[in-house]
């Protein structure tokens, strides 16, 4: 391990001081039997976890919509093959990026620009052609005005990153590139300088000249490396080597006749040996870390995927409970007024033929006749005006349920907050660039669609099953007993009606009233038959929502599953990087363990273990930090974890109401600040602020 890029002080203690102080190390063992097995589980844990959720996701009506969701976050079966080693090219605008991934993979001399600033406006990967297994990255300077969204884009990077080569040319100053070195530095990646040394090479006599005196090319260097190793070190990092080189030469080599002879000429091999010799050295930590990444990145989509289910469910749910209760008062309303105007109806109706006797002149034998007639068309007009009321009430409640429905769906908020934590990748380009990109974006969508497609699916709901509830009934079955007594009427009474016009009025008044009052109760028993059915229908969606909540409940308690699992596999992820240092004594301690990959590793170690740990920090590809248990006073233990990132000792620690303020001097930039911030609070489960004194008021 080179203990030449971590934070220098400290790892200058002589290791015979380590055994004098904490005793013998313990004999390490091969970390990566240990690992793979750790990755294994975890891999189990997630598909476990996914298929566990979208059988409960589909098994409900409701939360149907959302099982889209889940779909993508399917785990793989297995470790995909180990990825290359990415050693990204960063530097200012002009320094050669372009030019040196020219001569690193062979190709690609069409990027490099031609005499204007910022040419390179994304990342580019090719294999490199001398190194196997590792590929270069080209990416946009930084330094250059206006070049935020060239800056984001670089450093969003260099967590995936193995190694850094900082391009410098010789004919810039370092200053304009100050900070963006420096949050590389703190963000703990190996660095290389490669010091561009820019000699004219355009023509031939350029070249001679350049072949017969190569070493001038590199004479005025010192005071481009000392600027920038200053500003490395305010991160407290010093780079693993400084190489000088002649970009141009070591790319005009691969074509030129003379190209053995400029390609030595270059320097371009010593950088060469750098790379090589990190590659070795790297190996296994870069397996241990890229393995677990892998599957760690399915972990939190999956537990993205897995919140937004549950967020999304349960807010449907709420949604859907405001919408049930307010169709319910409208549909109560309009029943109700079904209700008296088809009373009103029926009384109007009957009322009507009470004066039917008036239009009698002829009292014969036909009037028996007339007056069936005339019932018959009373009971059809009396059956129309049920049918035309309850048709029309339908129609009304179906128009209510759309129109509440279109009023509630908007209550389903669009966007809703579901990025994955310790995404730092995704926390950076959103901080630099301010937007919101990858898949968190399309995440928020997939949600607000599931949720609208979740309430779209009550449509049906319960104003549907009424349909059908009425009809027909009512006056139909009260005919035969009217008839019966109209026969009744005219058979016994024919003779005296004959003479009497008083008489068939009481005998008809009496039909009809009696008429009126067994028509109105079955108008109200069919009025209360809607009523059940609405209520029916009603209780079913209560018992949808019911259920989707029950699934809300099976998706969070997973989505914690997930995140044990992700925590399980850090915790090994950092023992394993201890063994793979030769540090089994600090393997054994470590307690609990939580990842930002590619930026740190925050490790909780028994209390016997944390001194070995800040006096001899152990070497890894990502920094490890490490704190005590957690104590009494959550954010206590900051402190110590902020002093392993900046190495320097916190100014203050502040307790405020929501959150524990750990104020640094250490050169840090904001970003890299809000990500271990973050990181920290996660780890330590309370909020942790870590702030510089001037941005403390
Ligand atoms: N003379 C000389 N010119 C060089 C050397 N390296 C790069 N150049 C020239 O400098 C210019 C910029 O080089 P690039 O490789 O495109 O620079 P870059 O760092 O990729 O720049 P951006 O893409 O804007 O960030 C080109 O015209 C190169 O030919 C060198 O070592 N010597
Ligand atoms: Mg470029």
Not at 374 to 403: G, I, N, W, Y
Request: proline share 4%.
């Amino acid at each position: 391990m080179s203990g030449d890029s971590g934070k220098k002080s400290r790892q200058e203690w002589c290791p015979a001081v380590k055994e004098q102080f904490f005793g013998v190390e313990p004999k390490s063992e091969d970390p990566l039997p240990a690992h793979s097995q750790a990755v294994a589980a975890c891999r189990g844990a997630l598909s476990d976890a996914y298929r566990a959720a979208r059988v409960a996701v589909v098994a409900e009506e409701m939360t149907r919509p959302f099982d889209g969701l889940l779909m993508p976050s399917e785990i793989s079966d297995g470790p995909s093959s180990s990825p290359p080693m990415r050693i990204l090219l960063m530097g200012r605008t002009m320094a050669g990026k372009s030019t040196l991934l020219a001569a690193l993979t062979g190709g690609f001399a069409e990027r490099i620009g031609v005499g204007a600033q910022r040419t390179t406006r994304d990342v580019f990967a090719a294999p490199a052609l001398d190194l196997p297994d590792v590929e270069v990255v080209d990416t946009p300077g930084v330094g250059a005005k206006d070049g935020a969204q060239d800056v984001a884009l670089a450093m969003a990077e260099v967590p995936g990153a193995d190694l850094v080569v900082w391009v410098a040319s010789n004919d810039s100053f370092q200053e304009e590139t100050a900070q963006a070195l420096r949050a590389v530095a703190f963000r703990g990646k190996p660095v290389v300088v490669a010091l561009n040394c820019r000699a004219p090479l355009d023509e031939e006599l350029a070249i001679e000249d350049f072949l017969t005196r190569p070493d001038s090319v590199f004479d005025q260097h010192e005071g481009h490396l000392r600027t920038i190793r200053s500003h490395l070190a305010a991160a407290g990092v010093r780079p693993v080597t400084e190489v000088l080189l002649h970009a141009e030469a070591a790319r005009a080599a691969q074509t030129d006749d003379v190209g053995a002879q400029l390609r030595s000429a270059s320097r371009i091999e010593a950088l060469l040996e750098v790379l090589r010799r990190e590659r070795l050295e790297r190996r296994i930590t870069r397996r241990i870390v890229r393995e677990a990444d892998e599957v760690r990145a399915q972990g939190l989509a999956l537990r993205a995927a897995l919140d937004g289910v549950a967020v999304g469910v349960r807010e449907v749910v709420s949604v859907a409970g405001g919408l049930r209760r307010d169709q319910e008062q409208r549909a109560q309303r309009l029943v109700e007024a079904c209700r008296q105007l088809l009373e009103d109806d029926i009384v109007r109706l009957i009322g009507q033929r009470r004066e039917w006797h008036h239009g009698v002149t002829d009292f014969g034998a036909e009037v028996g006749l007339r007056w069936a007639e005339e019932q018959t068309s009373l009971l059809a007009d009396l059956d129309s005006a049920v049918k035309q009321r309850v048709d029309e009430l339908l129609r009304t409640l179906d128009e209510a349920s759309t129109a509440a429905q279109r009023e509630w769906a908007t209550a389903v908020r669009p966007q809703m907050h579901v990025e994955g934590l310790r995404d730092f990748r995704g926390l950076w380009k959103r901080r630099v660039a301010g937007s919101v990109v990858g898949t968190g974006g399309a995440l928020v969508a997939a949600v607000a669609g599931a949720k609208i497609g979740a309430l779209a699916g009550l449509s049906s709901g319960p104003l549907g099953a009424v349909v059908g509830v009425v009809v027909g009934g009512i006056v139909g079955a009260l005919s035969r007993s009217l008839r019966m007594k109209a026969q009744s009427l005219f058979k016994s009474k024919a003779a005296i009606l004959e003479e009497n016009r008083e008489l068939l009025r009481a005998g008809i008044a009496t039909i009809l009233e009696e008429l009126q009052a067994q028509v109105l109760p079955e108008v109200d028993g069919t009025i209360r038959d809607v009523r059940r059915q609405l209520t029916g229908g009603f209780e079913v969606q209560g018992e949808k929502g019911a259920a989707a909540s029950a699934v809300a409940d099976v998706v969070g308690r997973l989505e914690e599953a997930v995140e044990a699992a992700i925590s399980t596999l850090d915790l090994q992820t950092v023992r394993c990087l201890l063994h793979a240092d030769g540090r089994a004594r600090l393997a054994a301690s470590a307690e609990r363990a939580t990842r930002l990959p590619g930026v740190f590793a925050a490790v909780q170690v028994r209390d016997s273990a944390s001194t070995e740990a800040w006096l001899f920090p152990p070497s890894s590809p990502e920094p490890l930090t490490f704190g005590r248990a957690r104590s009494h006073y959550p954010g206590a233990g900051a402190a110590t974890y902020v002093l392993g990132l900046t190495d320097q000792v916190p100014v203050a620690v502040r307790t405020r109401a929501n959150a524990t303020v750990v104020i640094t001097e250490a050169a840090a930039p904001e970003m890299v600040l809000a990500a271990w911030s973050e990181a920290l609070s996660h780890h330590l489960g309370t909020m942790v602020e870590i702030t510089r004194p001037d941005a403390e008021e």
